[in-house]
């Protein structure tokens, strides 16, 4: 799935990713909104990846969907 599909789809989408990434709270699910931007941000944060590191985590969650 692309990440324009996941932004148009967010509501439904937060579920899956709040099941594959548990740390990220409600409201910063809400925040990301489907972007991917925001997403790889908050995943630095949380879980302290590297930039690239986080971008492929993303990239494969939303391939995996």
Known sequence: ???DQ???NWKEM???AR???GELTDDELTQIGGKKDQLVGK???KYGLE???AE???DDWA???
């Open 63 to 65: 391939n995996g969907l």
């Open 43 to 45: 995943l630095q944060q």
């Open 19 to 21: 099941a594959s990434w």
């Open 56 to 58: 492929r985590r993303a």
């Open 6 to 8: 996941i932004e148009g």
């Open 14 to 16: 937060k579920g899956k």
């Open 51 to 53: 930039q690239e590191e």
């Open 1 to 3: 799935m692309n990440w």
